[in-house]
């Protein structure tokens, strides 16, 4: 984060986690910021964040857990996607730009954030990795960016079942997410649906494409599961940049469950005011950490793919599926694709 992003967000949050002077000279907004981003950003514990700033380790805790809080509640309005019509089609016409996948309107996925066990939890959050974790489930749009994100799940439940049980997997079920209505692609006859891209974990339905079966794929299914994959990857992305700058995802978060999801809320608002803020600025280069190969195995302890599970396949979204993979083999055809699906096994 630069020192531009760092006023920026600065004078967003001070006026909330600014202490009244009664006895003693309270902690400045500024130093509570400072706490807080050291803590997330290096992964140190709060006992060694209390040395390094002088503050007793109950405070710092407090701090933690009170900035983030305030964080997630002045940058929840700005920086998530507000879903209307037209904030929809912005984002499939990025992801047709840029993945060149088009009608795509996000990619879900989700992550174990592995914690230290809760007492009295038994096996609530002890997910398949023999670890307790609570789950980031977050759907990315194609500049690696969250647009709407469910944290709180517990590590045993599979990501299907957390996606259908979220607040906005029960809208996209209910169709009160405003999603454009199908419509015919640019200077073509073929009519396609805004749908969703996401891997084999997530169940096949009218607004979520999954790959085909890996079974006797075809040419033709080898290459709608390729033009998938490029737009998936996205939220992939979106999860590494997430572990790689803030790398409290590095170790198990030793900290409460409320305090653990407040964390985690924070770190998904800051990563898409950073992201957004870049974007806007043309002179800042974006600022990413730089690690080795053994930090990218301390952060795969942190963040952990979900099991996949069974799903059922309805007649409609198995026709929705089967319209996306002729448009890919026919008139939406890219040049290196047939070389792609050729070389690999999709």
Same mark, same amino acid.
């Given at each position: 984060?630069?020192?531009?992003?760092?006023?920026?967000?600065?004078?967003?949050?001070?006026?909330?986690?600014?202490?009244?002077?009664?006895?003693?000279?309270?902690?400045?907004?500024?130093?509570?910021?400072?706490?807080?981003?050291?803590?997330?950003?290096?992964?140190?514990?709060?006992?060694?964040?209390?040395?390094?700033?002088?503050?007793?380790?109950?405070?710092?805790?407090?701090?933690?857990?009170?900035?983030?809080?305030?964080?997630?509640?002045?940058?929840?309005?700005?920086?998530?996607?507000?879903?209307?019509?037209?904030?929809?089609? &912005?984002?499939?016409?990025?992801?047709?730009?840029?993945?060149?996948?088009?009608?795509?309107? =996000?990619?879900?996925?989700?992550?174990?954030?592995?914690?230290?066990?809760?007492?009295?939890?038994?096996?609530? +959050? +002890?997910?398949?990795?023999?670890?307790?974790?609570?789950?980031?489930?977050?759907?990315?749009?194609?500049?690696?960016?969250?647009?709407?994100?469910?944290? =709180?799940?517990?590590?045993?439940?599979?990501?299907?079942?957390?996606?259908?049980?979220?607040?906005?997997?029960?809208?996209?079920?209910?169709?009160?997410?405003?999603?454009?209505?199908? &419509?015919?692609?640019?200077?073509?006859?073929?009519?396609?649906?805004?749908?969703?891209?996401?891997?084999?974990?997530?169940?096949?339905?009218?607004?979520?494409?999954?790959?085909?079966?890996?079974?006797?794929?075809?040419?033709? &299914?080898?290459?709608?599961?390729?033009?998938?994959?490029?737009?998936?990857?996205?939220?992939?992305?979106?999860?590494?940049?997430?572990?790689?700058?803030?790398?409290?995802?590095?170790?198990?978060?030793?900290?409460?469950?409320?305090?653990?999801?407040?964390?985690? &809320?924070?770190?998904?608002?800051?990563?898409?005011?950073?992201?957004?803020?870049?974007?806007?600025?043309?002179?800042?280069?974006?600022? +990413?950490?730089? +690690?080795?190969?053994?930090?990218?195995?301390?952060?795969?302890?942190?963040?952990?793919?979900?099991?996949?599970?069974?799903?059922?396949?309805?007649?409609?979204?198995?026709?929705?599926?089967?319209?996306?993979?002729?448009?890919?083999?026919?008139?939406?055809?890219?040049?290196?694709?047939?070389?792609?699906?050729?070389?690999?096994?999709?």
């Amino acid at each position: 984060m630069s020192h531009a992003i760092f006023e920026k967000l600065l004078n967003i949050i001070e006026p909330f986690i600014t202490k009244t002077h009664v006895v003693r000279t309270p902690i400045p907004a500024r130093t509570r910021l400072q706490v807080t981003l050291r803590y997330l950003s290096s992964g140190d514990s709060m006992v060694s964040i209390s040395y390094a700033f002088r503050i007793a380790h109950n405070t710092v805790s407090l701090i933690i857990n009170e900035t983030c809080e305030s964080i997630w509640n002045s940058l929840k309005h700005r920086v998530f996607l507000q879903p209307s019509s037209n904030n929809w089609e &912005k984002v499939a016409e990025d992801f047709e730009r840029i993945c060149n996948f088009t009608h795509c309107i =996000g990619a879900p996925d989700g992550k174990h954030v592995v914690i230290q066990a809760p007492p009295n939890s038994g096996s609530k +959050y +002890y997910n398949y990795k023999g670890q307790h974790s609570i789950v980031l489930l977050a759907i990315s749009d194609a500049h690696c960016c969250f647009s709407m994100v469910d944290i =709180g799940g517990e590590g045993r439940q599979c990501d299907s079942t957390i996606f259908q049980n979220s607040e906005f997997g029960k809208r996209f079920g209910n169709g009160s997410l405003n999603l454009p209505a199908a &419509k015919n692609i640019a200077n073509t006859n073929v009519t396609l649906p805004y749908v969703l891209v996401a891997d084999e974990a997530f169940q096949l339905t009218p607004y979520m494409m999954r790959p085909y079966p890996r079974k006797d794929l075809g040419i033709r &299914k080898k290459v709608f599961n390729y033009r998938l994959s490029r737009a998936r990857r996205t939220v992939e992305c979106a999860f590494g940049l997430l572990a790689a700058r803030w790398r409290v995802y590095g170790k198990p978060i030793i900290a409460s469950v409320s305090t653990t999801r407040n964390i985690i &809320k924070a770190t998904t608002a800051i990563h898409n005011f950073v992201m957004i803020s870049e974007r806007e600025s043309i002179r800042m280069l974006p600022q +990413y950490s730089r +690690y080795t190969a053994q930090d990218r195995a301390i952060i795969s302890d942190g963040l952990r793919n979900i099991s996949r599970s069974v799903s059922s396949n309805s007649v409609q979204a198995v026709k929705i599926r089967d319209d996306f993979t002729d448009f890919f083999n026919n008139i939406g055809a890219m040049p290196w694709q047939w070389k792609k699906v050729l070389n690999n096994d999709f």
